[in-house]
C-alpha cells in the first residue's frame, strides 16, 4: 500500500524559489504523480487562495505560506487543470505556466551550442504563440552564468517572483511559456548573478523596444505584409560591382526631424528617385540610447529604434523604397556594445557577449566593450542578426562598421596593452573567423544582398572570396565591397588645397588608381567627413563662394566618373555649407525659393540629379568597376595645368572621356590624346553649365580628333576646359 507524501514544496526547493535561483522550477511547480495520488503546487505571490479546476472537479489548495499552495488529489494520472486565483478583490482562472513541455527543441538547443542557429531570433527571445493549444507568449534568454531566471513586466505588475524560468540542460538557455500574455506588454529579464547579486535586463534578442530613454523590451510579432516581391527577384540579376550604385546616405532620425517611419516613406523615396540615386543606406537603426551616438552605440541588436515607430513600421519605409526601385543598405555595428547594466554588459553578471580578458574586453576609442568573437554562442548571436536584418526586413545590403577595430588585437593600442595571437601576430584570429562567416551566410541565405567593409587599413583581401587564400595566408574577408577611405583623405585632401598649390599635391588624385584594383571599392563621402569640424564638403574648398561650388561641383563629376561605387551624405548633394548636426538634420531652408542663394544651392543638387541619370544610363561608368579593362589614363601628370584625364570603357570597348580642370582658369584649345576609331566627342556633362550655376564654359559642338598624335595616343582633340570644372565627353 502507498503511502501518501506531503505535497508541499520542500524548504531546499522553496527557499530556491523565493530566492529566484532555482534552474528547474517545472521539476517542483505544477502537477506531478506521486504516491498516494497527483500533488498540485503553486507558487502565487499575494494570492489570498488557489483551486485546482479540472472538469466538474475543483479543489482549493492549502496556502503553506509565502505565495506556496499544495494540495494531494487521489488521481490516476495528471488531468487537464486550471488554476483559480483569488487575489484582494479579484479572481483569475488562468492555465498553469508550470504544466507545460519546453517551448524549444533539442536541435534548437545544440544549434546555439554549436553557434550555428541561422534564425537565432525565432528561438530566443519573446514569441507570441499558441504552445499545446494554448494562446500566450514563449520567452527564452542564454544565460549561462546565472544562477537563477525570471521573467518580470506588465503582466506581474514587474514582480518577478512567481515567474521563475527553468534551465535547458546544460545549453546556459533558459525558458519559460506564460499563457495569456500577448503582444505590445513589457518585460524584462531578473537575473540572479553567481554572487546572488540580482541584476534586471532588456532581452538581447527583443524584436522591439520601448522609446529611449526607458528601457524596456516589448512584446511584439509581424503582421506586415510585403509589396516588394518584384524588387526582390530582380535585385540578383547583377552582382553589386557590376551594376550602377549610387548611395544616398542618412540618418533617418534627422532627415527630416520629427518625422516617423511612415512620414518618412511619404517624402524619402520620392526624393531620392528624383535625385537619381540607386540605393539609400541607413546609419544605424537598431535600438540605442543615446541618440548623440547617431546609433553607432547598439543596445537592441534585433530592434529597429523605437524613436520613430514600430518593427512593422519600419518594415513599411523598406518596403515604399523598394516600390520605388530604391535599394536598402543599412550600417550595421557588430564591433561593440556600450556598457549600460541594463544591457549586455556582464549580462548574466560575468563577461558573456564581452571578451574575458578585460584587455580584449575594452574597446580603446569609444569607452564601449567589444564582443567575444571567439566564443560560439556569441558569433552566432552576431551571424544571425545580419541574416535577421536581410530576411525579416528585406534590407538589401549591411555596411559593417569599423572592421578595421575588430581584425587587429592592437587597434589603438599601445605596446603591453594587447596580446600576440597564437602565431605571435596582431590579427584578431576569432574576428577573422567570424567576418568570413557572416559573410558566407549571408551570401549562402539571401540572393542579392551586398555586404560592405567600412575599413580603413591596407588588410589583404577585405573582398576577396572567402575560400581564397592570399599572400597573407588568410582567405578574403567575403566582402562584396569596401570603402574606399585612402581614395576619400587623399582626394578630399587635394580639393582642399588653393588650386596654386594643387600641383605640388597632384599624386593625391592619382595615387588611388595604384591600388583600384586591389579591392571592389565604393568612393565615400560620408557623414564621418562633415562633422566634429571637419566643415561639410563645400565648406573644405578654397577661394569665395562661386569658386567653393564650383569645385564641389567639379569634385563630384571627377567621383562619379571614377572607378567604385559613390557614396554621398545628406546635404552634400545641396551644398549645405555648415556641418551636419543630429539635432536639427540637413539644412532645407537653403531650397526655399525665398531664400535669395537658393539657385546657387538648386544648382548644385541639379548636378547630382544629372551626374545620377548620366551615370545610370552609361554600363562604361560602373560595368567594370573591378576590372583594370575599364579605364585608361589619358594624360594622369598633368600636375601644372591641375588637369586630369581619362578614359573608362564598357566590356565593349565603348568610352567615356572625363576631364578635370582643377584651376581656376579656362584652358582653351586643350590637347587631349584620344583613340583614333571615335570619329566625334560630344559634351555628356559639364559641370560649369549655367543650370549647375556655372559660367557656362562649355563645348557646345561635337568635337572631331584631328590626326595628330598626343599622349601616345594615335588622335587628338582640342577642348575648351572650363575653370574649376569636370566634363564628360561620349562617341557622338
Not at 534586471?200 to 516589448?218: F, I, K, N, Y
Not at 540618418?251 to 535625385?275: D, I, N
Not at 547594466?341 to 584587455?359: I, M, Q, S, V
Not at 565603348?654 to 566625334?680: C, E, I, K, M, W
Request: charged share 20%; aromatic share 12%.
Amino acid at each position: 500500500m502507498e503511502v501518501a507524501v506531503s505535497p508541499a514544496v520542500d524548504a531546499v526547493d522553496r527557499e530556491r524559489l523565493l530566492a529566484g535561483t532555482h534552474h528547474a522550477p517545472h521539476s517542483v511547480l505544477g502537477a506531478h504523480p506521486v504516491p498516494g495520488g497527483i500533488a498540485f503546487r503553486a507558487f502565487r505571490p499575494y494570492a489570498l487562495s488557489v483551486s485546482v479546476v479540472s472538469g466538474d472537479l475543483r479543489a482549493e489548495l492549502h496556502d503553506d505560506g509565502e505565495g506556496f499552495f499544495s494540495g494531494l488529489l487521489p488521481l490516476r494520472e495528471v488531468p487537464a487543470y486550471r488554476l483559480v486565483v483569488e487575489y484582494e478583490g479579484t479572481v483569475l482562472e488562468t492555465e498553469d505556466a508550470y504544466r507545460f513541455l519546453p517551448t524549444l527543441g533539442d536541435l534548437d538547443l545544440h544549434l546555439i551550442g554549436e553557434g550555428r542557429h541561422e534564425e537565432l531570433w525565432t528561438a530566443l527571445g519573446a514569441h507570441p504563440t499558441t504552445h499545446e493549444g494554448v494562446t500566450g507568449t514563449r520567452f527564452a534568454v542564454w544565460a549561462p552564468n546565472a544562477l537563477g531566471v525570471r521573467v518580470t513586466g506588465t503582466f506581474n505588475f514587474w514582480d518577478g517572483t512567481g515567474h521563475i524560468m527553468r534551465s535547458l540542460g546544460s545549453s546556459g538557455v533558459w525558458e519559460l511559456f506564460l499563457p495569456d500574455i500577448g503582444e505590445d506588454e513589457l518585460y524584462k529579464f531578473e537575473i540572479t548573478r553567481p554572487d546572488g547579486s540580482k541584476t534586471l535586463r532588456a532581452d538581447p534578442m527583443a524584436r522591439r523596444t520601448e522609446v529611449p530613454p526607458a528601457t524596456s523590451s516589448v512584446i511584439t510579432s509581424s503582421e506586415y505584409e510585403w509589396g516588394d516581391t518584384e524588387w526582390l527577384a530582380r535585385r540578383a540579376e547583377a552582382p553589386a560591382h557590376e551594376a550602377p550604385f549610387s548611395v544616398y546616405e542618412i540618418h533617418l532620425p534627422s532627415w527630416r526631424p520629427g518625422l516617423t517611419y511612415r512620414q518618412l516613406a511619404e517624402q524619402l523615396p520620392g526624393y531620392v528617385k528624383k535625385l537619381g540615386f540607386t540605393h539609400v543606406e541607413l546609419m544605424p537603426v537598431a535600438e540605442h540610447p543615446f541618440g548623440g551616438s547617431w546609433g553607432y552605440q547598439v543596445t537592441g541588436f534585433y530592434a529597429p529604434t523605437a524613436r520613430l515607430g514600430t518593427p512593422d513600421d519600419f518594415r513599411f519605409l523598406v518596403d515604399k523604397l523598394h516600390q520605388a526601385g530604391i535599394g536598402v543598405l543599412m550600417d550595421w555595428v557588430p564591433a561593440h556594445f556600450p556598457r549600460d547594466d541594463w544591457a549586455l554588459a556582464e549580462f548574466d553578471g560575468k563577461p558573456l557577449y564581452e571578451h574575458e580578458d578585460p584587455l580584449r574586453a575594452a574597446h580603446p576609442d569609444w569607452g564601449t566593450l567589444e564582443f567575444d568573437f571567439g566564443r560560439n554562442e556569441v558569433r552566432n548571436f552576431l551571424v544571425a542578426n545580419a541574416v535577421y536584418w536581410c530576411e525579416e526586413f528585406h534590407i538589401d545590403g549591411l555596411r559593417v562598421d569599423a572592421v578595421a577595430s575588430m581584425l587587429y588585437l592592437d587597434y589603438s593600442r599601445e605596446p603591453g596593452q594587447w596580446t600576440p595571437n597564437e602565431h605571435g601576430g596582431r590579427e584578431n584570429l576569432d574576428a577573422v573567423a567570424f567576418l568570413q562567416e557572416m559573410n558566407a551566410t549571408v551570401y549562402r541565405r539571401v540572393p542579392g544582398v551586398v555586404t560592405i567593409a567600412e575599413e580603413s587599413t591596407a588588410w589583404d583581401g577585405v573582398t576577396r572570396a572567402t575560400h581564397h587564400e592570399g599572400p597573407s595566408g588568410f582567405g578574403g574577408l567575403g566582402f562584396g565591397l569596401k570603402w574606399n577611405m585612402g581614395w576619400m583623405h587623399d582626394s578630399l585632401q587635394y580639393m582642399s588645397h588653393e588650386p596654386v598649390h594643387r600641383k605640388y599635391h597632384h599624386g593625391e588624385m592619382t595615387f588611388s588608381m595604384v591600388y583600384a584594383y586591389s579591392e571592389n571599392y565604393v568612393l565615400p563621402i560620408s557623414h564621418d567627413e562633415v562633422v566634429h569640424g571637419k566643415r561639410s564638403l563645400v565648406s573644405k574648398m578654397p577661394g569665395d563662394w562661386w569658386q567653393q561650388r564650383a569645385g564641389v561641383r567639379s569634385y563630384l563629376g571627377y567621383m562619379w566618373a571614377h572607378p567604385g561605387k559613390q557614396l554621398l551624405f545628406m546635404g552634400q548633394e545641396f551644398a549645405q555649407g555648415a556641418e551636419w548636426s543630429e539635432a536639427h538634420g540637413p539644412d532645407w531652408w537653403l531650397l526655399d525659393p525665398g531664400y535669395g542663394a537658393e539657385p546657387d544651392h538648386r544648382g548644385v543638387r541639379d548636378l547630382v540629379r544629372d551626374l545620377n541619370t548620366v551615370y545610370r544610363a552609361t554600363p562604361a561608368l560602373w560595368r567594370l568597376d573591378t576590372d583594370p579593362a575599364g579605364f585608361e589614363w589619358i594624360v594622369g601628370d598633368a600636375a601644372d595645368d591641375n588637369v586630369l584625364a581619362f578614359l573608362r570603357l564598357d566590356p565593349e570597348g565603348v568610352p567615356v572621356l572625363a576631364v578635370s580642370n582643377f584651376a581656376p582658369v579656362t584652358r582653351q584649345d586643350y590637347r587631349l590624346g584620344v583613340p583614333d576609331d571615335v570619329p566625334a566627342w560630344h559634351e555628356a556633362l559639364n559641370t560649369d553649365a549655367a543650370r549647375y550655376g556655372g559660367s557656362d564654359v562649355t563645348n557646345p559642338d561635337p568635337v572631331k580628333p584631328e590626326p595628330q598624335s598626343w599622349h601616345g595616343r594615335p588622335a587628338s582633340i582640342r577642348l575648351t576646359l572650363p575653370p574649376l570644372a569636370t566634363v564628360w565627353l561620349r562617341p557622338a
